[in-house]
């Protein structure tokens, strides 16, 4: 889940590189509902290793009120830190079972994977999936 601030816009969506694409939300690089109201901060996400599953998640997501996503991202992140910093940039990302991965996508972002495994965020703009 993305969020613009503590409490401001949120954005659910699907990936199977959750830092890759939020490092194209907080460069502007996709067009749309993320740029035109400054949605950025990574604040929540889950992993899957079924893409199916992911999406299926997703969908109940959005499907929820904006209370229960606020209690959802709290949970664990109750300062709403930006949690594409702590995973890139501390050893958050061995607690998040991830691995370094030295390809560098299109972008030139550093990629993070476990093999076999669907990671995702969640976007309230249902044309994310991509």
């Given at each position: ?75 664990d992140n109750t300062n709403w830190s930006d949690l594409y910093w702590k ?11 991830l691995s370094w991965v030295p390809a560098r996508c299109r972008y030139g ?16 703009n249902p044309n994310f999936l991509r």
């Amino acid at each position: 889940m993305l969020a613009s601030r503590r409490n401001g816009t949120l954005y659910t969506g699907v990936s199977n590189n959750v830092l890759n694409r939020t490092w194209q939300h907080k460069n502007d690089l996709v067009e749309g509902f993320t740029k035109k109201y400054g949605v950025h901060r990574l604040v929540w996400f889950e992993t899957h290793e079924d893409i199916n599953v992911a999406i299926a998640r997703e969908k109940q997501i959005k499907g929820w009120n904006r209370a229960w996503k606020i209690r959802l991202i709290e949970k664990d992140n109750t300062n709403w830190s930006d949690l594409y910093w702590k995973i890139t940039h501390n050893r958050q990302a061995v607690r998040l079972g991830l691995s370094w991965v030295p390809a560098r996508c299109r972008y030139g972002v550093p990629r993070f994977a476990r093999p076999g495994m669907t990671t995702f965020f969640y976007a309230q703009n249902p044309n994310f999936l991509r």
